[in-house]
Nanobody, 121 residues
Framework: QVQLVESGGGLVQAGGSLRLSCAAS????????MGWFRQAPGKEREFVAS????????YYADSVKGRFTISRDNAKSTVYLQMNSLKPEDTAVYYC??????????????WGQGTQVTVSS
């Protein structure tokens, strides 16, 4: 198994930025595609972004394309989500996930516990 721990969430003003981090342990980080997901109260968890094992390809939900950037540092076993131009609609608990295969849905092998992002208007 792998363990994932998110950090970097907080309260920001609309138009501001946050950088989320997800640190992995327990397995070889580079063996996994990594993804970011979010879930607002009363809503289903949704896919936000993902990155392949060596960072060669990235995928984004249409709602965040052009505003969010996913990246990974395999030497640090960490995946990041840089969030710019934040909107109140981005408010959610953000989760990272790991999977052996390319991530384009909410189905992953491992989940972190999440970090809260709140965007005020």
């Amino acid at each position: 198994q792998v363990q994932l721990v998110e950090s970097g969430g907080g309260l920001v003003q609309a138009g501001g930025s946050l950088r989320l981090s997800c640190a992995a342990s327990g397995r070889t980080f580079s063996s996994y595609a990594m993804g970011w997901f979010r879930q607002a109260p009363g809503k289903e968890r949704e896919f936000v972004a993902s990155i392949t094992r060596s960072g060669g390809s990235v995928y984004y939900a249409d709602s965040v394309k052009g505003r969010f950037t996913i990246s990974r540092d395999n030497a640090k076993s960490t995946v990041y989500l840089q969030m710019n131009s934040l909107k109140p609609e981005d408010t959610a608990v953000y989760y990272c996930g790991a999977d052996r295969n390319v991530i384009v849905t909410t189905r992953v092998d491992y989940w972190g516990q999440g970090t809260q992002v709140t965007v005020s208007s």
